[in-house]
Each structure stands twice: as C-alpha cells, then as structure tokens.
T-cell receptor, first 113, second 113 residues
Framework: AQSVTQLGSHVSVSEGALVLLRCNYS??????LFWYVQYPNQGLQLLLK??????LVKGINGFEAEFKKSETSFHLTKPSAHMSDAAEYFC???????????FGTGTSLTVIP | ETGVTQSPTHLIKTRGQQVTLRCSSQ?????VSWYQQALGQGPQFIFQ???????GRGNFPPRFSGLQFPNYSSELNVNALELDDSALYLC????????????FGPGTRLLVL
C-alpha cells in the first residue's frame, strides 16, 4: 500500500518569505502526485499535480512542486508568501489505476504579517 | 466554484442510527470518490464509483456503502453509526482516469452523539 508523509503539521512564515512544505511518498511505482489546499469550512482545491513529463510542476497562486523520484519527494514551494496563503495543505498520491487515493495528514500554513 | 454540491451541510445523529449523505457532481463526472476527514486529519479514501459500480475501496467496513446514479449524483450510506464516524465527509467528481483532477464538494459535517 502507498502512503504519504508530510513533515511538519504546522509551518509559520513571514509575509514575503519562502514557503516550503514537505511531502514524501512510498511507492514502488511512480504514482501520480497532487497538492491540494483547504480553506476553513471549505472543500479541497487542486493546486497542482504531477502525472508524467517535466518534474517541475507549476500550479495556481504562484505555487510549484518538484517530483524527485530518487528522494520519493514532492515538496511544495512558493517564493514569496502572501497573507491569503494561510490554509491547510495536503499532499496526495493515487495509484496508476486511479481507484485508490492516499492523503497526507496535512500542513497548516500560517503567514505572519 | 467546483460545480460539486453536497447535502446536508451539517447533520447530527445518535449512535446506532443510519445516515445518507448526498453529492451532486457536474455533467461528465462519471467517477465519484468519497472521503472521511476527521478533525485535524487528512481525508481518508472510503470508496470510488465508476459508472454506477464500486471501483475501489479504502479500509472502511461494509457498513459504509454507496450508490451512484446516471444523473451524476451519488449517495454515501452509513449504518450503525459510531461515535468515531463524526467527521467531515467529502465527495469528489472527476471525468475519470488517475491523472484527472478531482473536484471536491464543500462537505457534510456529521456529528454522532
């Protein structure tokens, strides 16, 4: 079975600072990888996804993530944090068949003015 | 706006009762997945339906069951409710395929007393 580990359940950054949220997965086969954001009392919204091709993936709101197979990682970054980035972020992986999904436990991002 | 709606938004039940949660997805979303998100946790995959058949299942007991209808709506049924079933239940629609984006509804918050 696959699993996803998000290091750091809470991350605080200053406004304008680099955002780095960590995600590692366990899988014997390169899976499809996703980052979702969840604002309070809302469902999940896709930030970006890696399926095939270029390992550096750009998403919405200035976020990007790099798939590193050798490190089994898919860390999320943003060069400059904005107050509106404060939310819960989830890394997820799906099987190649697409009928099993695994989410990490989430990282709560706080942006300090 | 994802085009996925869920009802009701909130629900209170007592232990041992049965509950039905509903999801309405966009036209073309022939695949729907259901998730349970406990407070402070990541979503846990319950099951997936594709063209009205269960297509994949997570580690949930048989008292969690579902239905999918031709009009892109679906139901999650939970029998013999337990206190630990208290959570946010999310549905997500997609046009199919592991690499496709899932569009999440806002969720139904269930409280079991």
């Amino acid at each position: 079975a696959q699993s996803v580990t998000q290091l750091g359940s809470h991350v605080s950054v200053s406004e304008g600072a680099l955002v780095l949220l960590r995600c590692n997965y366990s899988s014997s086969v390169p899976p499809y990888l996703f980052w979702y954001v969840q604002y309070p009392n809302q469902g999940l919204q896709l930030l970006l996804k890696y399926t095939t091709g270029a390992t550096l993936v750009k998403g919405i709101n200035g976020f990007e993530a790099e798939f590193k197979k050798s490190e089994t990682s898919f860390h999320l970054t943003k060069p400059s944090a904005h107050m509106s980035d404060a939310a819960e972020y989830f890394c997820a992986v799906t099987s190649m068949a697409g009928n099993q999904f695994y989410f990490g436990t989430g990282t709560s991002l706080t942006v300090i003015p | 706006e994802t085009g996925v709606t869920q009802s009701p938004t909130h629900l209170i039940k007592t232990r041992g009762q049965q509950v039905t949660l509903r999801c309405s997805s966009q036209s073309g979303h022939n695949t729907v997945s259901w998730y349970q998100q406990a407070l402070g946790q990541g979503p846990q995959f319950i099951f997936q339906y594709y063209r009205e058949e269960e297509n994949g299942r997570g580690n949930f007991p048989p008292r969690f069951s579902g239905l999918q209808f031709p009009n892109y709506s679906s139901e999650l049924n939970v029998n013999a409710l337990e206190l630990d079933d208290s959570a946010l239940y999310l549905c997500a629609g997609t046009s199919g395929g592991a690499a496709e984006t899932q569009y999440f509804g806002p969720g139904t918050r269930l409280l079991v007393l």
